[in-house]
Each structure stands twice: as structure tokens, then as C-alpha cells.
């Protein structure tokens, strides 16, 4: 018996993201594929205090931050690659409004894995003798701050290792290409720590490019990297990663990310930024309409499209899915 898991996006939020909880979002570098609809959402909505954790800063943090979603946020990196430093993030931190608690992505991923794995803690070599470990943003006044990483001899050869704490999000929310509605989800293109994320959060969302008949995970149940057994819920919500690229579906939108990095660095261009383009949308064709259709033409002519083409068959319609939508969104409200 098919389990239908699709929500829209505003339901899933509410649903499932309260303030105060550890929230975790999945990835492909910071310019990659991220659920950053998802976030825009969170601000919509008001959320406050979360405690984030994400293997690489990206837009949607660098929001989250600046409209003071976020107050404390743990990272392996912190920059936007080629757009430059987070502007948003760097401001909260600068003003002493969020605590950025800083390892290196290796460190994340092998946390991300303890979760999944369940350890009581991770034993790892990284960051051992550096500023790392040695100062932490939630215990600031703390040198070295023994609690971040603390050491541990290893039993078998006696060599000193760090103990890291694994990483449990209360949610994670991440961005997949091709989800059906059961929640099996398969992801084009870098897939980083998501397939560990999925494992270690206690409740898990998927924001996917596209809605796929269950054959096409059939038809390839070697890419099936996040099975629907774990999934809690699926949202479709097309060009949910703009502006950062969606490999296989659109590149990344080059003017919005420098016009949204510029705009995040100061209080009042935060406050214009959320009004035009958060508050101004409640629906699908709205926020489509707000990118333009000219850039989605010229985002969709990407080199990487043809990474699409043997799932393009199953890609169900738009009807279908807002059908299947409403089905379930039935179902859940008799529940």
C-alpha cells in the first residue's frame, strides 16, 4: 500500500518546525542544492531562536541568520565560495546576535555520520591542536574550551583523538531532485552529507524539484539514496533552491546571489529584502512570477539538463501532484 506524503510547503513548516529546535539543512556545497524555499518559509513564519547546523553555510543560513530566525549555528564553513563572505551571517555575528561555533567539514560530515550511526561520540584526528577545538562560540569565555572536543586516547595504539559530540537535528529539511510521494528521493549532482542527514535527524522533510511516479525509483533503486521509510514528509516546490543551482533542473542565478549577499549585510536592506521577496509571494506561480520568467528560461538552459533526461518520463504533472496534495492534506486535517 503507496503512503502519500506530500504537503505543501506553508503545512510543512508549521508542521513540523517550532522555535527553539536544532534544524539541519542538507547541501551540495553552499552554491548547490539547498531547500532555501524552505527557509524563506521559516522567516515567513516568524520562527525564532533555532539552533542550526549545516555542513556548509549557504544562502538560506545567510538568511535565516540575518532576519534573526537563527541564534546559534554551527558550521564547517562560512563563506559563499565565489559570492564571498555571508554577508548576513557575518553581521548577526558581529553584533553578538548569534553564536557561530566553527569545525571544518570534515569534522561536519563525521557528526552528521555519528547521528546516523547513533554513537555516543565521534573519534576523529581533525581539528586536534588548532583554534577549533580550542575556542568555542558557546562557551567564549572558556580557554582552551575542554568541552568543545575533548581528547581521548586511543585504546588499541594510545594515540590522542578528539571526541565529537554526533549531530541529531530535531529536523532536517532537505533538497532532493526527484522525490515520489512515498518520500524515495533521488539526488542529481553533489550530494555531501545528505544521505547522513536523513539518517541522524529525528523528523525529516523533502523539498524536491520534481514529483516522480514510485516506477521511476523502480527503475533505479541504486540512486534511491533517501528511501521513503524515514521521510515524514515530501514538498514540491519547483526552483526551491533558487537562488543556488539545482544540478540537472537550472543553474545558479549569479545576479540574485550577489543582489541577496548585498542586501542581507545591513539591518534595513534585510527588512527590504524579506518584503520583496518573502512577503510579496503566498504561491507557487507567485514566486515563479517573482523570479521571472525570462531567468527560469535562461537558469533552465543549463549545461548539466541532460543529467534530467532519463527521469523526465515519470515527472508527474502539476495537476497530479496538487491533487495529491490535497488528498493528503485531507487526510491529515481528519487526523
Given at each position: 500500500?503507496?503512503?502519500?506524503?506530500?504537503?505543501?510547503?506553508?503545512?510543512?513548516?508549521?508542521?513540523?518546525?517550532g522555535?527553539?529546535?536544532?534544524?539541519?539543512?542538507?547541501?551540495?556545497?553552499?552554491?548547490?542544492?539547498?531547500?532555501?524555499?524552505?527557509?524563506?518559509?521559516?522567516?515567513?513564519?516568524?520562527?525564532?531562536?533555532?539552533?542550526?547546523?549545516?555542513?556548509?553555510?549557504?544562502?538560506?543560513?545567510?538568511?535565516?541568520?540575518?532576519?534573526?530566525?537563527?541564534?546559534?549555528a554551527?558550521?564547517?564553513?562560512?563563506?559563499?565560495?565565489?559570492?564571498?563572505?555571508?554577508?548576513?551571517l557575518?553581521?548577526?555575528?558581529?553584533?553578538?546576535?548569534?553564536a557561530?561555533?566553527?569545525?571544518s567539514?570534515?569534522?561536519?560530515?563525521?557528526?552528521?555520520?555519528?547521528?546516523?550511526?547513533?554513537?555516543?561520540?565521534?573519534?576523529?584526528?581533525?581539528?586536534?591542536?588548532?583554534?577549533?577545538?580550542?575556542?568555542?562560540?558557546?562557551?567564549?569565555?572558556?580557554?582552551?574550551?575542554?568541552?568543545?572536543?575533548?581528547?581521548?586516547?586511543?585504546?588499541?595504539?594510545?594515540?590522542?583523538?578528539?571526541?565529537?559530540?554526533?549531530?541529531?537535528?530535531?529536523?532536517?529539511?532537505?533538497?532532493?531532485?526527484?522525490?515520489?510521494?512515498?518520500?524515495?528521493?533521488?539526488?542529481?549532482?553533489?550530494?555531501?552529507?545528505?544521505?547522513e542527514?536523513?539518517?541522524?535527524?529525528?523528523?525529516?522533510?523533502?523539498?524536491?524539484?520534481?514529483?516522480?511516479?514510485?516506477?521511476?525509483?523502480?527503475?533505479?533503486?541504486?540512486?534511491?539514496?533517501?528511501?521513503?521509510?524515514?521521510?515524514?514528509?515530501?514538498?514540491?516546490?519547483?526552483?526551491?533552491?533558487?537562488?543556488?543551482?539545482?544540478?540537472?533542473?537550472?543553474?545558479?542565478?549569479e545576479a540574485?546571489?550577489k543582489?541577496?549577499?548585498?542586501?542581507?549585510?545591513?539591518?534595513?536592506?534585510?527588512?527590504?529584502?524579506?518584503?520583496?521577496?518573502?512577503?510579496?509571494?503566498?504561491?507557487?506561480?507567485?514566486?515563479l512570477?517573482?523570479?521571472?520568467?525570462?531567468?527560469?528560461?535562461?537558469l533552465?538552459?543549463?549545461p548539466?539538463?541532460?543529467?534530467?533526461?532519463?527521469?523526465r518520463?515519470?515527472?508527474?504533472?502539476?495537476?497530479?501532484?496538487?491533487?495529491?496534495?490535497?488528498?493528503?492534506?485531507?487526510?491529515?486535517?481528519?487526523?
Open positions: 500500500m503507496s503512503i502519500n506524503k506530500l504537503l505543501p510547503l506553508a503545512e510543512a513548516a508549521q508542521r513540523y518546525a522555535d527553539g529546535i536544532q534544524y539541519a539543512s542538507g547541501a551540495g556545497l553552499p552554491v548547490g542544492a539547498d531547500a532555501i524555499a524552505f527557509g524563506r518559509e521559516l522567516v515567513r513564519q516568524g520562527r525564532r531562536n533555532l539552533h542550526a547546523l549545516f555542513h556548509c553555510n549557504t544562502q538560506q543560513l545567510n538568511l535565516l541568520a540575518a532576519a534573526g530566525t537563527v541564534d546559534k554551527e558550521v564547517g564553513f562560512s563563506g559563499l565560495e565565489g559570492f564571498g563572505f555571508a554577508n548576513g557575518r553581521r548577526v555575528v558581529e553584533e553578538g546576535k548569534l557561530l561555533e566553527d569545525y567539514n570534515l569534522a561536519m560530515a563525521l557528526r552528521f555520520l555519528g547521528g546516523a550511526l547513533n554513537w555516543p561520540f565521534v573519534p576523529a584526528t581533525t581539528c586536534i591542536g588548532s583554534d577549533i577545538q580550542q575556542r568555542s562560540a558557546f562557551a567564549p569565555e572558556e580557554y582552551p574550551a575542554t568541552g568543545k572536543i575533548p581528547e581521548i586516547a586511543d585504546p588499541f595504539s594510545g594515540r590522542t583523538l578528539g571526541a565529537y559530540s554526533p549531530l541529531k537535528p530535531d529536523l532536517a529539511v532537505i533538497h532532493v531532485t526527484l522525490a515520489d510521494p512515498e518520500g524515495n528521493a533521488i539526488m542529481i549532482g553533489s550530494e555531501w552529507s545528505r544521505f542527514l536523513s539518517r541522524a535527524a529525528k523528523r525529516l522533510v523533502l523539498v524536491a524539484d520534481h514529483i516522480v511516479d514510485t516506477d521511476c525509483m523502480r527503475q533505479y533503486p541504486n540512486l534511491v539514496r533517501i528511501p521513503g521509510l524515514i521521510v515524514d514528509a515530501v514538498v514540491w516546490w519547483p526552483f526551491s533552491a533558487w537562488p543556488a543551482a539545482s544540478p540537472g533542473v537550472h543553474d545558479v542565478d540574485h546571489m543582489l541577496m549577499n548585498e542586501w542581507l549585510a545591513t539591518e534595513e536592506g534585510t527588512f527590504r529584502y524579506i518584503d520583496r521577496y518573502i512577503f510579496s509571494y503566498q504561491t507557487v506561480d507567485a514566486y512570477n517573482l523570479i521571472g520568467q525570462d531567468v527560469i528560461s535562461k533552465e538552459d543549463s548539466t539538463r541532460f543529467l534530467l533526461d532519463p527521469f518520463q515519470w515527472i508527474l504533472d502539476r495537476a497530479k501532484v496538487e491533487q495529491l496534495q490535497a488528498e493528503n492534506h485531507i487526510l491529515k486535517r481528519a487526523a
